[in-house]
């Protein structure tokens, strides 16, 4: 499952184009083959890729599940299920707003909360 932290409204907004791309490809919580992760060694961190070929995506702020739930429970945040309607329909996370991403694109978030935190999923 991919996870995505998105900092309230504004932050949506910004990554919006970095979640579409990585919500419409296959795998793409896949690592990427000598990129880092937070605390990483520095003997890996001298084998990232270079930033001309990571994708966007990677730069995507990410959440652990626990976390999460952590957050929903004690309304600091809320979780959106980007994939549209039909998966939504078939299975989701209990408590996520169905808020598919077409409509995020479209702009159309005007009610997500602006004084929470937006977990995005998409896989």
Request: with cysteine; glycine share 8%; proline share 7%.
């Amino acid at each position: 499952m991919n996870i995505i932290l998105k900092m309230g409204v504004s932050a949506l907004t910004v990554g919006m184009a970095i979640t579409a791309a990585g919500c419409t490809k296959s795998g793409a919580s896949t690592p990427r083959v000598g990129a880092t992760t937070p605390g990483a060694s520095s003997a890996q961190s001298t084998t990232a890729v270079p930033p001309s070929t990571q994708n966007a995506e990677d730069k995507i702020p990410r959440v652990k599940v626990d976390d999460a739930k952590k957050m929903v429970a004690e309304g600091k945040a809320i979780i959106i299920d980007v994939r549209g309607d039909d998966p939504y329909r078939m299975s989701h996370i209990k408590g996520a707003l169905d808020v598919p991403l077409t409509k995020l694109n479209n702009g159309e978030f005007k009610d997500l909360p602006k004084d929470k935190l937006i977990i995005a999923y998409c896989s």
